[in-house]
């Protein structure tokens, strides 16, 4: 071989190995997702962010204002999963579900939502350890004219993404199987759990880009469903809507585990149908909130 067509091979090679390397650093650092995926949350904040009123968008962009990472809503509503893996936020790990007993029908306080001995300094902390009880305490320190603003602000971020959770049926789960963390399936031939493919598995495979994906649920809402779904605020009946969902997510699961197209179709249209009730519902919560 040529001795120039052999130096010309060099800087090629190097190319080749520095893509590689990159590439395996990507998916190292590819997040592990634990709870209603990014996707799914940022599409729930976004489908509020369109139906917020005038006053309660420029109050939620005022106290976004001060966040150092966040400067769109949508985003802010992933932020709880980030600070999962931080043990000074170990405390609200178990804010983001609730468990509630297979035949109990309906959320019960005093049963399902224990109450909370972690609570850390200085930070709002619910008296209570499950998403009902974190959304109205959440709601409250947002609505009350005394809560400082750094306050205002883990409010708004908390508030934001368990509005979403509380809305994914397996976050209204058993506690028996963690909310279907222990249910092994092989979804589309991927290793997984069927909490994970109803958080992000599913919202994966629509192959959408999220915020279009936003855009096409946002613009299918009528005004009949936006009415039935803010009949009721109150997050412990949006916890007994989800967990009256639990038996359709079991449901059509062969022993095989082996779960794709026809489990997704199936399942799909109510997925969605949750993602858009808590978009709405984040809004109606906030433009109560920020009523001026
Ligand atoms: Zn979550």
Not at 8 to 20: G, H
Not at 94 to 103: G, Q
Not at 127 to 154: E, F, H
Not at 160 to 179: I, N, R, S
Request: aromatic share 10%; net charge neutral.
């Amino acid at each position: 071989m040529h001795p120039v067509n052999q130096r010309e091979r060099l800087p090629y090679q190097a190319i080749k190995t520095v893509v590689a390397v990159v590439a395996f650093v990507l998916v190292l650092r590819a997040p592990v997702v634990l709870a209603f995926g990014d996707d799914g949350h940022k599409i729930v904040g976004e489908i509020a962010w369109q139906r917020l009123s005038p006053a309660a968008r420029t109050e939620v962009k005022r106290i976004l204002e001060s966040d150092p990472e966040y400067e769109r809503f949508y985003e802010s509503c992933i932020w709880a999963d980030k600070i999962k893996s931080e043990g000074s936020w170990n405390w609200a790990r178990r804010l983001h579900y609730v468990n509630i007993a297979k035949d109990a029908g309906a959320y019960v306080e005093t049963r399902d939502c224990q109450e909370k001995q972690d609570c850390p300094d200085g930070i709002p902390c619910p008296s209570r350890n499950c998403v009902v009880a974190a959304i109205g305490y959440y709601r409250d320190v947002l609505k009350d004219p005394n809560s400082s603003d750094p306050d205002k602000l883990v409010a708004l971020k908390f508030l934001g993404h368990f509005v979403g959770d509380v809305h994914q049926p397996l976050h209204a789960g058993f506690a028996h199987d963690k909310g279907g963390n222990d249910v092994r399936v092989l979804f589309f031939n991927n290793k997984t759990n069927l909490h994970r493919v109803w958080d992000s598995g599913m919202i994966r495979q629509s192959r959408k880009r999220w915020f279009d994906y936003a855009r096409e649920l946002s613009q299918s809402i009528t005004a009949d469903q936006h009415r039935a779904w803010t009949a009721t605020l109150d997050p412990a009946d949006w916890a007994t809507e989800s967990h009256k969902l639990v038996p359709e997510v079991y449901a059509d699961i062969p022993r095989s585990a082996e779960i794709g197209e026809v489990y997704y179709r199936e399942k799909l249209p109510m997925l969605e149908e949750q993602i858009k009730k808590g978009g709405v519902r984040l809004a109606a919560l906030l433009n109560s909130v920020f009523a001026d």
